[in-house]
């Protein structure tokens, strides 16, 4: 029975991941969760894996050499989930985010190393690359992050490359698009605009709402993981992407128009700093491995939407307290 280590398993592809792979596995596996629970971090996402016997919960901190050494032996399969996620917040702090999601990652690339696994995969993102205006970035390309969030990520990025080089650490390397689905902080552009339009508040679009994402499902990604698990190569880096860019206003109008509210809602504010104009990934790679998307964006929105209108408790007591007071301070006084 393999034991796959999920770190940053209360977060929300974290979370999503953990189902995905009770959903497909049973009890055939083991699944060992560390995660700090940081303010994104939330059991209740688990509420239904929590009693599944082959299910263990540790609440720690990856940068934690000493618990990441003692659970690593039992560990067949690493999956690298934890960091600090948020681009306005690393604009705002960003010493979490070098402490997280770089020397975080050491620890666990260095305790694999230590004990051995079988696969180790380092979960990056397309913002490594940078922004591009035309075209999409292949694997390959040079990495150019532009804010304390996508640089501290590239660092794991390479250092996780370095540990497949130097010491043959079996390490896959994914490049993500944006997720969309059930249990996304609502910070975020999708939770955060269908939750305040939900609330008949303001939706604060930054600058003229004209950036491009690539939007993907979050059980797409999750299954992308997976199969490059069985299907990737060691040492290699995939993109993955769901094929539909959108523009931020796009992506408002369709929410607005779903859930019956008025325009007035939307909001233009100041932009964020350095903001990345357009990600696009090249997913050849991974598609002439043979996997593609299973959902398509209009119908996954759908259910997205329909989740947060049926799920007012799992997202209201987050809209609260210190996620309010952050807003406020940093960026949208106006709310
Ligand atoms: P999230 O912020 O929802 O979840 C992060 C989780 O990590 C939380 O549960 C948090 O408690 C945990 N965590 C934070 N610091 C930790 C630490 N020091 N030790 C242990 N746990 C810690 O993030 P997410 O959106 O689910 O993203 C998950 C991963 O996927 C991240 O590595 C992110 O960079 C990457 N990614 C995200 C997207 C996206 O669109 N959300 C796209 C591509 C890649
Ligand atoms: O591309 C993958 C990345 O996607 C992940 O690596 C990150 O962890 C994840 O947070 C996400 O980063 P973005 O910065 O693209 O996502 P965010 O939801 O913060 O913003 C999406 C777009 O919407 C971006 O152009 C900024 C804009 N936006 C966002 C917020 C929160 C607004 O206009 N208003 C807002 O209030």
Redesign the pocket.
Known sequence: MKTWLVTGGAGFIGSNFIHFLFEKYGDTIRVVNLDKLTYAGNLENLADIVRQPNYEFIQGDICDAALVNSLMPKVDIVVNFAAE????RSIGAPDDFIKTDIYGAFVLLEAARMHGVEKFIQIS???VYGSILDGSFKETDILEPSSP??AS?AGADRLAFSYYVTYKLPVIITR????YGPYQYP????P?FVTNALENKAL????D?R?I?DWIYVKDHCDAVDFLFHHGQNGQVYNIGGGNERM?IEITDLILKHLNKPDSLKTYVPD?LG??RR?SVDTQKIRQLGWKPKHTFEQAMAQTLKWYMENKRWWEKLKTGEYLEFYKQNYKKEL
């Open positions: 996620s948020h681009v306005d993102t397309d913002e969030y996508s990520k993500c698009s944006n997720n910070e975020k552009l999708i955060l604060p679009i930054y600058g709402g950036n994402r931020n964020r903001h990345d990600y």
